[in-house]
């Protein structure tokens, strides 16, 4: 008899089932770390998007001194002047010959121009006189003035109806200085405790909202000839302080990253005592302009 086969087993192997590797699960250290990108990425996108905007933005732009001072939107532009030790608790009339202009490729509406001063500068008290004038270049139906009190603020307001593309308006503002502690002269000797301080604000039916902040700063000086050494080699340490304070941590890193500058001028008047303002006014607008720009943002602020 043949012997029968024994059946062959089948040594196939299995098919194996594809498992996936398992997963590690993230540390709480490292889940804050995440999160901590995420936050700083997010504080930082607005200011990045403003400050690459603002190399292409086109609209209103305001100016001092027929454009000899260019103003800084959003950051302060601070202005010292030369003022005698023998006037040093007395205030002082400061001209402001501003111009606006519409840098847009088109024509807006409604454009209107306001300058906040603290109340110590008597802006209402001085109102639209001899001291301050709009170019006699429009008609008087398209240019609306006023100034009035908004809480503990003067406000002066220039309202121009319409405003042509490239067309640029010319007008004088005035504030008093008054003695007050200012962060950043704090402990300097030649500080006279004067200064004026001045938002220029402007809005209209198509351009965006805008703020130009402008600081005087009076100095104990008889003219400009020292007063440029003095801002690059004195000012601009003080000053940092004072910008750290106002800044959070990562806008004061922006700008400490980015090493944007700030623009400082020195400006000097002949001053003579008016009788009825109480103060010195300048004989002339002004006599000698000087400027100049450094940045004074410094690494050992950043933490404090």
């Not at 532009?77 to 400061?94: F, K």
């Not at 121009?113 to 004038?133: A, H, M, P």
């Not at 500058?261 to 006599?287: M, N, R, W």
Request: net charge positive; hydrophobic share 35%.
């Amino acid at each position: 008899m043949s012997k029968k086969r024994k059946g062959r087993k089948n040594t196939a192997s299995p098919k194996r089932k594809t498992e996936r590797p398992p997963q590690k699960k993230r540390s709480l250290a490292q889940k804050l770390g995440i999160v901590a990108i995420i936050s700083c990425v997010g504080a930082l996108y607005p200011l990045f998007k403003d400050y690459i905007a603002s190399y292409k933005d086109e609209g209103l732009v305001v100016n001092l001194y027929n454009n000899q001072f260019p103003l800084s939107e959003n950051t302060p532009t601070y202005i010292v002047y030369a003022q005698p030790s023998d006037q040093r608790q007395a205030n002082h009339l400061i001209p402001l010959r501003l111009s606006i202009k519409n840098k847009a490729s088109y024509a807006d509406e409604n454009v209107l121009v306001s300058l906040s001063y603290e109340k110590e500068s008597r802006r209402f008290d001085i109102g639209n006189t001899v001291f301050t004038q709009i170019t006699e270049n429009r008609f008087s139906d398209q240019v609306q003035r006023e100034v009035t009190k908004l809480g503990s603020k003067d406000v002066s307001r220039i309202n121009y109806v319409y405003l042509p593309q490239l067309r640029e308006e010319k007008f004088v503002e005035v504030g008093l200085t008054h003695s007050a502690t200012f962060e950043e002269l704090e402990g300097y000797v030649m500080a006279s405790g004067q200064g004026l301080d001045v938002t220029i604000r402007t809005a209209s039916h198509k351009d965006k909202d805008r703020s130009w902040p402008v600081r005087y700063r009076g100095l104990e000086l008889n003219d400009t000839d020292g007063m440029l050494w003095w801002m690059e080699n004195w000012y601009s340490k003080s000053l940092a302080i004072e910008l750290r304070n106002e800044m959070s941590f990562w806008q004061y890193l922006l700008k400490l990253v980015s090493s944007e500058e700030v623009q400082v001028y020195g400006v000097e008047f002949d001053f003579a005592y008016h009788d009825q303002l109480k103060a010195y006014i300048p004989k002339t607008e002004h006599s000698r302009l000087i400027g100049a720009r450094f940045a004074p943002y410094s690494i050992d602020l950043l933490f404090n």
